[in-house]
C-alpha cells in the first residue's frame, strides 16, 4: 500500500472535480467545494503542497478510502 504524500492543491482540485464536487468560492487564500450529499463544504488552501492531515480530514468528509484516493489520483 502506498502512503500519502502531499500534493498541490491544483492536483487535490482535478481529484475534487473528477469526484463531481463544484468550485462554490473562495475567501481569502481558502477555496470552497461543495457537493450534494454532503454535510459540510470542503476546504482547500491554496498550498504549495497541501498537508496531509487536510487531505486525511477531507477524504472523510467525501467518505473516500485512502486507497479509493490513490487509485483515482493514478488515473488522473
Not at 502506498?2 to 491544483?10: E, G, H, N, V, Y
Request: charged share 30%; aromatic share 12%.
Amino acid at each position: 500500500m502506498t502512503r500519502l504524500t502531499p500534493i498541490s492543491w491544483k492536483e487535490f482540485e482535478k481529484f475534487l472535480l473528477f469526484l463531481g464536487c463544484k468550485f462554490k468560492r473562495q475567501k481569502g487564500s481558502h477555496r470552497i467545494y461543495t457537493r450534494s450529499g454532503l454535510k459540510r463544504p470542503l476546504i482547500v488552501p491554496i498550498y504549495d503542497e497541501i498537508p496531509i492531515f487536510i487531505i486525511r480530514n477531507n477524504l472523510r468528509i467525501l467518505g473516500t478510502t485512502v486507497e479509493e484516493y490513490l487509485e483515482i489520483l493514478k488515473q488522473l
